[in-house]
T-cell receptor
Framework: GQSLEQPSEVTAVEGAIVQINCTYQ??????LSWYQQHDGGAPTFLSY????GLEETGRFSSFLSRSDSYGYLLLQELQMKDSASYFC??????????FGQGTTLQVKP | EAQVTQNPRYLITVTGKKLTVTCSQN?????MSWYRQDPGLGLRQIYY???????DKGDVPEGYKVSRKEKRNFPLILESPSPNQTSLYFC???????????????FGSGTQLSVL
């Protein structure tokens, strides 16, 4: 079967760094994506890793280790507006994009 | 403005009354997909379409139908809605969904459906 595991909730303070992990088990693997969703809103694309290593986009970075079937999203210099749900998603060889259950990040002052 | 448009935003209906949720994109995207989102379950794929006249089942297709007669539109049809289909629905599109490429999804604003 196909599954993704990520923590359900993470709490951090403004200005801190937080890491959201994602482990996956899929039939074939072509890449790991991350999406952000504010409460009640549409998910928006954050980053994609097709190869091992770190991808950096401003305050956000994403990492992938294909050998460990593991990735993470790193958020630096946290701001209150970063409070949202974060989903990892894996593209397998079925053509389907499978989403994790989401991690709710709460940023406190 | 490039966007995915879903309608309606909110819908309350009764069991068994057929309904259609529309989805339209203006980006000439080949790939379109429907997801439902329920608390604690993340986004689950209902149906997807790689191109016009090409559709396939996702992980939770039971009770839903779709059609892709033209590139821009991908309506979701509930022939006989039931209360367990109460959920938040998202339509999404992507330029192309090659399995080896980074193709990000653009999501619509969502449709909150309640079936009484």
């Amino acid at each position: 079967g196909q599954s993704l595991e990520q923590p359900s909730e993470v709490t951090a303070v403004e200005g801190a760094i937080v890491q959201i992990n994602c482990t996956y088990q899929t039939s074939g693997f072509y890449g790991l994506s991350w999406y952000q969703q504010h409460d009640g809103g549409a998910p928006t694309f954050l980053s994609y890793n097709g190869l091992d290593g770190l991808e950096e986009t401003g305050r956000f970075s994403s990492f992938l280790s294909r050998s460990d079937s593991y990735g993470y999203l790193l958020l630096q210099e946290l701001q209150m507006k970063d409070s949202a749900s974060y989903f990892c998603a894996v593209l397998g060889n079925t053509g389907k994009l499978i989403f994790g259950q989401g991690t709710t990040l709460q940023v406190k002052p | 403005e490039a966007q995915v448009t879903q309608n309606p935003r909110y819908l309350i209906t009764v069991t068994g009354k057929k309904l259609t949720v529309t989805c339209s994109q203006n980006m000439n995207h080949e790939y379109m997909s429907w997801y439902r989102q329920d608390p604690g379950l993340g986004l689950r794929q209902i149906y997807y379409s790689m191109n016009v006249e090409v559709t396939d089942k996702g992980d939770v297709p039971e009770g839903y139908k779709v059609s892709r007669k033209e590139k821009r539109n991908f309506p979701l049809i509930l022939e006989s809605p039931s209360p367990n289909q109460t959920s938040l629905y998202f339509c999404a599109s992507s330029f192309r969904f090659r399995v080896s490429a980074n193709e990000k999804l653009f999501f619509g604003s969502g449709t909150q459906l309640s079936v009484l």
